[in-house]
C-alpha cells in the first residue's frame, strides 16, 4: 500500500544540493506535487527561478524550472508572471499540455497568450518584428492546431482581434468555405472593432469573395451586399456591379434593389451618376440600374404591396374613436397616430372621411398633427405627394391669413417629406424654397421637419445654410425642428465644423427647445461614427446643462448603433443609474436599444434590474429599450417583463409598456404569440377605461396602432434585410422617442416600418404571376381574426314576482268565480308569469339538454386537419420569421436569382407547434426583414406570361378640413378642400319647442 505524500519539504531539500543531477531531480519530481504542495513550494520560488537564469544548467532542466515556477505563479493568481514563465518552458511547456490534470493551467496560460499577443499586434504598428518570438511561436501553434482540428472559426476569431488578416485568407485556400469570408465579415461588423479597422478587414475580404452566381449556389449574396453597404464606396461597388452586367444581368439588378434596401443616399446618387452609358447591348441594362438605384423603384412596389394586401380594421379605430373624447387635444393626436400607423403606406384615408365632424375638432397643434398623418398614410406615393397635400400646403401667394390655417400649412409640409423619405430628391428644392419663403415659425416647423426628412444623408450644404438661417432667429419652436434637420441633412458625416457651430449655438441660445434640437442634430451627424464621436460624446457628458448630457447619451448610441460595444453599454449603465437629471437617466436606458438591437435575445437580461428601478423615469426607459429592440420578434422574455409593467402605479410607465408590447407583437399570429390576443383585448380595456389616466390611455392607441401596422403588412426593423443596420429605421426610432417632448416627432416611427411581402420581378422589372410555398400551417402566420361588433343583449324575461297577499287575493277571486259558475282561466295566467318557454331562450344557451336528438349533439369526433403548408402568389405578406419556411417549388417557372433568406430553411412537419415560438425563431439574433423584392429567371421564356398590373392610387380629394363649432370666423382660403359646387343642405325638420315658466314668490311668470 502507497501512503500518500503529506509533504513537499523532502523534495524542496533537493534544491539546496550542490549536485546538479538532484537539483534536475527535485524539479521533476515537484513538477507533479504543484497542485496539492503549492503554497509549500512557493516559499522557494526564488531558489527555482534562480535555476531557470543559471547557465550552468542544461536547457531542458531550465524549461523544467521555468514551467515549475510558471505553475507556482498561476496557483499565486500572478498569471502575467506565469505566462512570462511559460514562454521560457520552451518545449516542457508544450508537452505539459498532453499531461493529464494540466487542461485548466494549459488553458489558463495559452488565454492570457492570446490576450497578451492583440495586445502587443494592436500597439505595434508595423510588421510585428517587435514582438517575442516565443510568444508568437506560441499563438502560431494555436492557428496550426485549429486547422488541423478544424476549429476554423476560433481561428477566425482571433485572427480578427489580433490583425493578423493572412490567416483569413490561409484559411479560405485550405478550405475554400465562403461560410467563413461570411463569419469573419460578421464579426467585424457586428462587434466592438474600431472604425478604421473594420474598412481595413472588410476592403480585405471583399476580392476573396468568388463572383456571385443566379441561384442557390451563391448564398453569400448577403454578406457581399452587406459589405458594399458599409463601405458605401462606389469606386468599389462600380466595377462589381459591371463585371455582373455582361454575365448575369439578373444578379446585377438583385444587387441594385438590395443596395437601396440599406445605402445612404448620397452612396446610391454617387454610385446612379457614376455608371456609365454603355454600348448599344447594355445601355438598357445600364437604364434599369440608374433607374433602380434612383429608389423610386423600391418605394412603388412596397405602395402597391401594403395598398393590394391591406388588412386595417376600421372597427379598432371606431371603437377608439367612441371612447376618447375628440375635444381633448390628447386623445385627438392618439387617434390621428393610430390611425396614421394603421393605415401607414396604405393610401387608405377612409377613416378620415367617414369621421369628418371628428377632424374638425382638432385645433392648433393637434391639427399640425392630424394633417402630418396624412404623410404617414400616403407614405411612398412620391408621385402624387403634392396633389394629395396641395389644398394644405402654402400658396404662392404666401402663407393664408385663416385662423389656424398656418397649422396645416406646417403639418403639410412635414407631411411632404415624410411621403418622399428615402426618395427626396425631387422635393427638396420645394421644401426649402418654403422655408425660405415662410415667415411664421408653426410653417417653418413644419418645413425644416419635412425638409430633413426629404433629404436625410445627403450631405446637402445649401439645405444646411437655409437650416441654420432659420436657426439664428432665435425661435423656440422653429429652432428646435432646425436643429433636428441640419443633423439629418449631415446625417453620418461627422463634420466638425457643423457640429461646433451648432454646439456653440447651443450654449449660447436660452430655449431649451433649441439646445435639445441641437444635441440630437449633432447625435445623427455622429451616426455609425463609432470612435470619432468620443471626444463630442465625453463633452457632451460632461455639461452641466442636463439636455446637452441627453444629447451625448443619443450621440454615444448612434455612434455605436448594432455594434453591442462594451464600453459603450458600460457607459449607458452608468449614466442610467448615477445622473442627476430623470430625462438623461431615461434616455441612457432607451439608448441600450440602439446598441443591442442586432441581439434582442440579450437585452431582456440586460434591463430586468432596470425595469424594477424605484424611478419610475428608469422604468419607462426599460420599456421603450425592450419594445425598440425586440420589436417584431415576439420575445416572450420581453413580453414578461412588460405585461406587470402595464398595471404599474405611474401613468407614463404604463404608457411606455404599452407601445414596446404594441412593437414586439407586430405581426405575430395568435398561434405564434400567447400574448397576442391577450394583449389586444388589454388595449381595448384600457382605451374605453374612462378612468385610466389619458396618458396611459394615449400610450394604449399608439401601442394599437404599431401592432396593427401597415395594414397589417409591416414590421418594426432596425436591421435591413441584408443584416446591415437599417439607417431610416434607427433614425425613425431615436425621433418617436422624443414624442415625450414633442408629439408631433411621433410620426417618425413610421420610417422605421418595413414591409414584410415576396415582391417577384423578371428582366424587365414586370411582375409575373406565380406561385410559391410555405412550409408551414396556414394558422402560424396568419392574419389576426377581425374584431367583432358587440352583440346587442336581447332583454329575457324575468319571472314575475307574486306577494303572498296577490295570492291570497286570486284565490278569493277564484273561489268566489267558481261558485258563480264564471270560467276565469286564472291559472294559465299564473303560469305565463312563471313559466320560461324553451323559445324565449333560443338566443341564449339555456338549451335543455333532454331536447337534443342524437343528430344534434356535438360530435366528439376530431377536427378536420389543418394542412402544413400553402401556396402562396406573388405580393403576399412573408413575415420575418416565415421566410426560413419559405420555397419555389422545382419545377416551377420562375426561381430567384438568389437565396431568399440567410437563415437556413426548415423543412415542413419538422417541428410541432407546441413550442411553435421556439421553432420559429422568434426572437432570434438572426433577424431581417421580410423577403423583399426578388428578381426571378424565367425558365420558360418562350412561353406567354401573365404580368399583375400595378394599380396608381385612385388621387381622391384629400379630407377637407372642418372649422370647429364656435370657432372664430373667416375667410376660407384655397387651403380648405370644400366643394363649392355642392347644393346647399336642406333645412331642418319641422319640430316643437315647449317652454316652461317658472314662477317665483314675488310673481314672475
Request: aromatic share 8%.
Amino acid at each position: 500500500m502507497v501512503r500518500q505524500q503529506s509533504s513537499a519539504a523532502g523534495v524542496l531539500a533537493l534544491l539546496q544540493e550542490p549536485d546538479i543531477l538532484f537539483k534536475q531531480h527535485a524539479l521533476k519530481a515537484l513538477n507533479p506535487l504543484v497542485p496539492q504542495f503549492w503554497a509549500e513550494i512557493s516559499e522557494h520560488i526564488g531558489e527555482i527561478e534562480a535555476l531557470y537564469e543559471s547557465n550552468d544548467f542544461p536547457k531542458p532542466a531550465r524549461d523544467a524550472a521555468a514551467l515549475l515556477a510558471s505553475k507556482v505563479y498561476y496557483y499565486l493568481g500572478e498569471y502575467e508572471e506565469a505566462l512570462s514563465f511559460a514562454l521560457g518552458a520552451g518545449t516542457a511547456f508544450q508537452n505539459e499540455g498532453r499531461t493529464p490534470g494540466s487542461e485548466e493551467y494549459v488553458e489558463t496560460i495559452v488565454s492570457n497568450a492570446i490576450d497578451r499577443y492583440i495586445q502587443a499586434r494592436k500597439t505595434e504598428k508595423g510588421d510585428g518584428s517587435k514582438i517575442d518570438p516565443r510568444l508568437q511561436g506560441i499563438i502560431e501553434g494555436i492557428f496550426e492546431r485549429c486547422i488541423a482540428e478544424g476549429e476554423f472559426k476560433q481561428a477566425i476569431g482571433i485572427a480578427l482581434e489580433s490583425h493578423r488578416l493572412d490567416i483569413i485568407s490561409k484559411l479560405y485556400a485550405h478550405t475554400n468555405d465562403v461560410s467563413l469570408l461570411s463569419y469573419a465579415m460578421e464579426g467585424v461588423l457586428d462587434t466592438g472593432f474600431s472604425l478604421s479597422y473594420r474598412d481595413q478587414v472588410l476592403r480585405f475580404l471583399f476580392p476573396l469573395f468568388p463572383l456571385p452566381a443566379v441561384g442557390d449556389a451563391s448564398p453569400h449574396v448577403h454578406a457581399v451586399t452587406r459589405i458594399l453597404v458599409a463601405l458605401s464606396d462606389p469606386d468599389l461597388t462600380l466595377p462589381f456591379l459591371s463585371s455582373l452586367i455582361s454575365t448575369q444581368p439578373l444578379l446585377a439588378y438583385q444587387i441594385a434593389f438590395d443596395l437601396v434596401e440599406g445605402g445612404s443616399q448620397d452612396y446610391l446618387e454617387n454610385l446612379r451618376t457614376s455608371l456609365p452609358e454603355g454600348d448599344d447591348d447594355t445601355k438598357p441594362i445600364y437604364d434599369k440600374l440608374r433607374q433602380i438605384l434612383t429608389g423610386k423603384e423600391s418605394v412603388k412596389l412596397y405602395l402597391e404591396f401594403l395598398k393590394r394586401n391591406n388588412q386595417t380594421d376600421l372597427l379598432i379605430l371606431k371603437s377608439t374613436k367612441e371612447a376618447l373624447e375628440g375635444r381633448s387635444s390628447l386623445n385627438h393626436t392618439a387617434l390621428t397616430l393610430q390611425n396614421a400607423f394603421m393605415h401607414a403606406g396604405t393610401t387608405a384615408d377612409i377613416f378620415l372621411r367617414e369621421n369628418l365632424e371628428w377632424l374638425g375638432l382638432a385645433s392648433n397643434w393637434a391639427k399640425f398633427s392630424a394633417t402630418a398623418g396624412l404623410g404617414v398614410i400616403h407614405k411612398g406615393f412620391f408621385e402624387q405627394g403634392q396633389t394629395i397635400l396641395g389644398p394644405y400646403l402654402p400658396q404662392a401667394a404666401g402663407e393664408s391669413n385663416v385662423p389656424g390655417a398656418n397649422y396645416s400649412e406646417g403639418g403639410a409640409l412635414y407631411a411632404l417629406g415624410l411621403i418622399n423619405a428615402g426618395c427626396g430628391s425631387d422635393v427638396t428644392s420645394y421644401l426649402r424654397e418654403a422655408l425660405r419663403s415662410a415667415q411664421g415659425e408653426v410653417v417653418q416647423h413644419g418645413a425644416a421637419l419635412g425638409l430633413g426628412i426629404a433629404g436625410m444623408g445627403s450631405k446637402s450644404i445649401e439645405a444646411f445654410e437655409d437650416l441654420k438661417n432659420v436657426l439664428f432667429t432665435d425661435s423656440a419652436v422653429a429652432g428646435e425642428a432646425a436643429g433636428f434637420a441640419m443633423g439629418l441633412v449631415m446625417l453620418g458625416t461627422a463634420a466638425t465644423e457643423p457640429v461646433r457651430e451648432m454646439l456653440q449655438y447651443a450654449h449660447e441660445t436660452q430655449h431649451e427647445k433649441i439646445i435639445r434640437g441641437l444635441a440630437l442634430g449633432t447625435a445623427f451627424i455622429y451616426y455609425s461614427r463609432q470612435e470619432e464621436a468620443d471626444e463630442t460624446v465625453k463633452q457632451l457628458l460632461a455639461e452641466k446643462d442636463p439636455i446637452l448630457r441627453y444629447g451625448g447619451v443619443y450621440t454615444l448610441a448612434l455612434a455605436y448603433a448594432g455594434t453591442a460595444n462594451n464600453d459603450a453599454v458600460r457607459k449607458l449603465l452608468h449614466i442610467a443609474v448615477s445622473d442627476v437629471s430623470d430625462d438623461v437617466r431615461r434616455a441612457a436606458v432607451t439608448a441600450l436599444a440602439f446598441l443591442l438591437f442586432k441581439n434582442p435575445s440579450q437585452v431582456p437580461r440586460v434591463v430586468q434590474l432596470l425595469s424594477e428601478s424605484y424611478n419610475p423615469h428608469v422604468r419607462c426607459g426599460a420599456t421603450l429599450a425592450l419594445g425598440i429592440a425586440c420589436a417584431g420578434t415576439g420575445l416572450q422574455d420581453a413580453i414578461e417583463i412588460l405585461e406587470p409593467m402595464t398595471k404599474d402605479s405611474v401613468d407614463f410607465v404604463r404608457q411606455g409598456a404599452f407601445i414596446a408590447l404594441g412593437m414586439i407583437l407586430v405581426e405575430q399570429s395568435e398561434a405564434a404569440s400567447p400574448s397576442f390576443a391577450s394583449t389586444r383585448a388589454k388595449y381595448a380595456k384600457v382605451i374605453a377605461d374612462k378612468h385610466e389616466d389619458a396618458v396611459a390611455r394615449f400610450g394604449a392607441a399608439i401601442g394599437a396602432g404599431f401592432i396593427d401596422a401597415g395594414g397589417r403588412n409591416v414590421t418594426i426593423s432596425l436591421q435591413s434585410r441584408a443584416g446591415s443596420p437599417n439607417t431610416s429605421a434607427i433614425v425613425g426610432m431615436v425621433l418617436f422617442c422624443q414624442f415625450w417632448y414633442w408629439y408631433p416627432l411621433a410620426h417618425a416611427a413610421a420610417l422605421s416600418f418595413s414591409p414584410t411581402g415576396i415582391i417577384g420581378l423578371n428582366e424587365d422589372l414586370k411582375a409575373p404571376q406565380f406561385d410559391f410555398v410555405s412550409n408551414a400551417k396556414p394558422s402560424t402566420f396568419a392574419y389576426p381574426s377581425a374584431t367583432k361588433p358587440p352583440k346587442k343583449e336581447a332583454a329575457t324575461k324575468v319571472a314575475t314576482a307574486v306577494l303572498s297577499t296577490t295570492a291570497k287575493v286570486k284565490a278569493r277571486e277564484k273561489k268566489k268565480a267558481a261558485a258563480e259558475g264564471e270560467t276565469m282561466d286564472l291559472d294559465k295566467s299564473d303560469e305565463a308569469d312563471v313559466e320560461m318557454k324553451v323559445e324565449d331562450s333560443k338566443d341564449g344557451d339555456v338549451t335543455p339538454i333532454h331536447s337534443l336528438s342524437d343528430e344534434n349533439r356535438p360530435s366528439s369526433s376530431k377536427k378536420k386537419l389543418e394542412p402544413t403548408s400553402e401556396i402562396k402568389p406573388n405580393f403576399s405578406r412573408i413575415t420575418p420569421a416565415q421566410l426560413q419556411y419559405v420555397s419555389f417549388p422545382s419545377d416551377g417557372r420562375y426561381q430567384p436569382v438568389r437565396t431568399v433568406t440567410s437563415i437556413p430553411s426548415a423543412k415542413a412537419g419538422s417541428r410541432t407547434s407546441a413550442n411553435v415560438a421556439k421553432t420559429l425563431g422568434l426572437g432570434t439574433d438572426r433577424f431581417g426583414g421580410g423577403g423583399g423584392i426578388l428578381i426571378l429567371t424565367d425558365s420558360r421564356p418562350d412561353e406567354e406570361a401573365e404580368f399583375i398590373e400595378l394599380e396608381t392610387p385612385e388621387i381622391a380629394p384629400p379630407p377637407p378640413e372642418v372649422t370647429p363649432a364656435g370657432a372664430a370666423g373667416g375667410a376660407t382660403g384655397p387651403h380648405i378642400a370644400l366643394d363649392e359646387s355642392a347644393p346647399d343642405a336642406a333645412p331642418p325638420e319641422p319640430f316643437e319647442v315647449s317652454c316652461i315658466f317658472l314662477c317665483g314668490e314675488k310673481g314672475w311668470c
